[in-house]
């Protein structure tokens, strides 16, 4: 895959206070805006059903405001991961829509609001007619989760699965660790988990910072786990 890849190239980079990026993903829309100094990404689903947002990071006021624009109520909110970064606006949004709060298992206790559904790997969300998958990756955190998107029938490209990652994969590595047993514990799972099981026109949507394909990021694996942490 070509990192002139026009997909890629039609998903800009978008800085904290920008509008979001929106992708039409036939009868799911997908929003992207960077809502804060440290370039956290939010991303919203929208489908007639419903809404789902992933990382609500920060920016309560621009969250809901996205979220009442794109129209419908907000179902669920899924937080990736426990650091504080990634849920700083978490209990206004949910506080102001009802929305569920989805987390995997081994981070729910670290967040600052009762999680309604503990995520753990393997198992599927629901919202509405879609349904998304959980991968659990662990090793940034130990209950970081991946949320997967199989691009719908009506889509550009029907069946091309649309990863978010949180801190756990992004252009260029994998996400922090603070061990070298975290490192390998995570650098194991983003290899069975996501490289040997979605093909290279995946897209990847991190929790910080520019999107990208699989493809592109696939060469480079070998050279991550010789890296280390």
């Known amino acids: ?127 509405g007619d879609l349904e998304l998958g959980v991968i659990h990756l662990r090793g940034h955190t130990p209950g970081s989760v991946a949320v997967v998107l199989s691009e719908p029938a009506d889509g550009p490209r029907p069946g091309r699965a649309h990863l978010f990652t949180g801190d756990s994969l992004f252009p260029g590595g994998v996400g922090k660790t603070d061990s070298s047993e975290n490192f390998t514990a995570l650098i194991d799972d983003v290899d069975a988990r996501i490289f040997d099981a979605f093909d290279d026109t995946t897209r990847i949507y991190p929790g910080h910072g520019d999107d990208t394909l699989l493809g592109i990021e696939r060469p480079q694996l070998a050279a991550w786990r010789e890296r280390g942490w």
């Open 1 to 127: 895959m070509s990192q002139t890849d026009p997909d890629l190239l039609a998903s800009p980079h978008t800085e904290p206070g920008a509008a979001p990026v929106l992708h039409q993903l036939g009868s799911v829309t997908l929003r992207k805006i960077s809502v804060s100094e440290q370039d956290n990404n939010a991303y919203l689903l929208t489908t007639a059903s419903g809404q789902l947002l992933i990382d609500a990071a920060d920016s309560a006021g621009r969250l809901l405001k996205l979220i009442d624009e794109a129209g419908g109520p907000l179902l669920a909110v899924v937080t990736t991961h426990q650091h504080w970064d990634h849920h700083r606006a978490l209990e206004e949004v949910t506080d102001n829509t009802g929305a569920a709060v989805l987390a995997g298992a081994d981070d729910a206790a670290a967040l600052p609001v009762e999680v309604d559904r503990e995520l753990r790997h393997g198992e599927s969300i629901k919202l």
